[in-house]
């Protein structure tokens, strides 16, 4: 007799791989200049000050033991005022939980407050990531479009009073991952106030809010609420490697999480949760390393915004660039960027097609392109391989 194959969870039958990290398989070609990641530039990563900070640690034998679930409590503690001063009120170390990575944050919150389906409210376009999360928790996500001022929050209103009641509204609050755009200072209010007549939590993804360019964005959501969660990481401003994200949110929601990551790892890397804490409690030296961050991006941003102009003229237009790391190309000439993906590919670059982020015929004109990981000359180069593939299509 011949044994049934044993059966996977059904859960992972609504689920699919992220088009962008599948992309990023194909897209390790030496010759290719890929617009396609959201990657920091690696010449940026402050790798000796890593590596000092890794020196430091390692003279404590705490660095190589577990830690508290929650995060070691000296970068807790780092955390929490620097966000006391963002929201300008008083957060407390118990209201912090630090993660592997902030898409780990993103899972357990997605956990602890999502039932099999509930509504969950999205950018559209969204964040793959969050897309998965929130679809392997089994809820029933609805779309929002977003203009250049963020998500559209009259709409939602409109959706609260025909009976829409979401238990989660996410949105990446500060240049958008992927249409780069920030929410103004009025929805954010207003979205807080939504949540406040209505009951719902926010979400307030917010990886990229230190690189700004011109000016900081507006304050978090969460300084105009106490329904928020917010998530952020040191991967965009210190190291990737490190695997260090945090989310701050209420009490009551940190304990929820807390349990969820018991079971989830137990616990992070006491080494790199210690080195972050020794990076990010280093003001005078994190303020200029964060300054010419936001130097470089910005000189990046408008490389690749004036090649854009330069070569496609009014058959595109481009998402503004006042921070973050991508921009939103949308092509005015029936362009499919799916179908011209590969053209691109064999001219040697790479982004991710608009239909990556939402499956719709709103945006298979669109694409993400990421200008952080390139310098200059090379931006301009890709958008004259970008030219290439579009006139092949």
């Known amino acids: 007799m011949t044994a049934t194959i044993p059966s996977l969870a059904r859960r992972l039958d609504s689920v699919q791989s992220s088009a962008i990290r599948d992309l990023l398989a194909l897209t390790a070609r030496e010759d290719v200049i890929s617009l396609a990641g959201g990657l920091p530039a690696a010449e940026l990563i402050p790798a000796q000050r890593v590596r000092e900070a890794a020196a430091a640690v390692l003279s404590e034998s705490s660095a190589v033991q577990y830690g508290e679930t929650p995060g070691w409590r000296g970068l807790r503690e ?6 006391s001063a963002s929201l300008r009120r008083t957060v407390d170390p118990a209201e912090v939980v630090v993660t592997h990575g902030s898409q780990q944050a993103l899972t357990l919150v997605a956990q602890a407050l999502v039932d099999p389906g509930a509504v969950v409210v999205v950018d559209e376009p969204a964040y793959t990531g969050a897309l998965q999360v929130f679809s392997i928790a089994g809820a029933e996500i609805h779309a929002l479009p977003i203009a250049d001022d963020g998500m559209n929050t009259g709409e939602l209103e409109q959706r609260l009073r025909d009976g ?20 103004s200072d009025v929805k954010r209010r207003h979205l807080a106030e939504l949540a406040a007549r209505y009951g719902f939590w926010i979400l307030e993804d917010d990886p990229y809010g230190e690189i700004w360019f011109d000016a900081p964005p507006p304050k978090p959501i969460a300084a105009h609420s106490d329904r928020v969660i917010r998530l952020s990481s040191a991967s965009k401003i210190l190291a990737p490697a490190l695997r260090v994200g945090w989310m701050v949110a209420p009490k009551r929601v940190c304990d929820a999480v807390e349990l969820l990551k018991q079971g989830a790892d137990l616990c992070g890397s006491s080494m790199t949760q210690q080195m972050t804490a020794n990076l990010l409690s280093d003001d005078a030296w994190l303020e200029v390393h964060v300054d010419g961050l936001r130097a470089e991006y910005g000189l990046r941003a408008d490389a690749l915004r004036g090649a854009l102009d330069a070569r496609f003229g009014d058959r595109i237009s481009v998402s503004p660039a006042d921070g973050g790391m991508f921009v939103w190309l949308t092509f005015h000439d029936g362009t499919d960027t799916t179908a011209m ?3 691109a590919l064999d001219n040697g670059v790479a982004f991710v097609p608009g239909r990556a982020f939402a499956d719709t015929a709103e945006h298979a004109g669109a694409a993400r392109l990421c200008f952080a990981s390139s310098p200059p000359a090379m931006l301009e180069t890709a958008v004259s391989r970008l030219y290439s593939a579009h006139t092949l299509s």
């Not at 780092?78 to 966000?83: D, Q, S």
């Not at 509204?169 to 249409?179: A, D, Y």
């Open 164 to 183: 829409l009641r979401p238990a989660l509204v996410h949105t990446v609050s500060n240049f958008h991952n992927p249409r780069g755009v920030t929410l």
């Open 341 to 343: 993906l590969p053209k």
């Open 78 to 83: 780092v955390i929490a005022a620097r966000e």
